[in-house]
T-cell receptor, first 114, second 113 residues
């Protein structure tokens, strides 16, 4: 298994509070991704990173920000959580790019915003 | 607009029979296609992939077929086993955007005893 961990694994928070999810990898992979999975929507890309301090938006980036200050960690922040951000969040990594390499996923973080 | 479509939300197949999961795409720039499998409370895991230069790729019980003219791919599982019950995601990436892939909404496969 690829060395990917996510923390926390479960979180319940209230609307308007800031939340930070962490993805940590031990594979030294260049690319890291944040997805959310919702019923009827599959996996949707939020943000991704192609190197330290290099990030770009995905298809559902509004309300989210990311940071990558070192290769092994990719943080997803909800500045002011809303109920629509209740979801399961997955981090993924890949070595050489998504069009030539497999993405390995973390175990997920279940976030509930009340 | 959805670029990768899995039009069957669920599929039930008898154990031992063939399972066929379908996927359609709209972006003609897609050149690499993947299938992922997901069990409840776990992250998706890679199953099989195919490049647009091929029309078939086989790995054990799993075969992916690609029909570029129809912009259609399918995953065949033969024979189906109880452990194959999961959600299957089709995904695709484009040659001009090598850093991300687009996922379909998934198909839940139930293998019946």
């Amino acid at each position: 298994d690829a060395g990917i961990t996510q923390s926390p694994r479960h979180k319940v928070t209230e609307t308007g509070t800031p939340v930070t999810l962490r993805c940590h990898q031990t594979e030294n992979h260049r690319y890291m991704y944040w997805y959310r999975q919702d019923p009827g929507h599959g996996l949707r890309l939020i943000h991704y990173s192609y190197g330290v301090k290099d990030t770009d938006k995905g298809e559902v980036s509004d309300g989210y920000s990311v940071s990558r200050s070192k290769t092994e960690d990719f943080l997803l922040t909800l500045e002011s959580a809303t109920s629509s951000q209740t979801s399961v969040y997955f981090c993924a990594i890949t070595g050489t790019g998504a069009n030539t390499d497999t993405q390995y996923f973390g175990p997920g973080t279940r976030l509930t915003v009340l | 607009d959805q670029q990768v479509k899995q039009n069957s939300p669920s599929l039930s197949v008898q154990e031992g029979r063939i399972s066929i999961l379908n996927c359609d795409y709209t972006n003609s720039m897609f050149d690499y296609f993947l299938w992922y499998k997901k069990y409840p409370a776990e992250g998706p895991t890679f199953l099989i992939s195919i490049s647009s230069i091929k029309d078939k790729n086989e790995d054990g019980r799993f075969t992916v077929f690609l029909n570029k003219s129809a912009k259609h791919l399918s995953l065949h599982i033969v024979p189906s086993q109880p452990g194959d019950s999961a959600v299957y995601f089709c995904a695709a990436s484009a040659m001009n955007r090598d850093d991300k892939i687009i996922f379909g909404k998934g198909t839940r496969l139930h293998i019946l005893p």
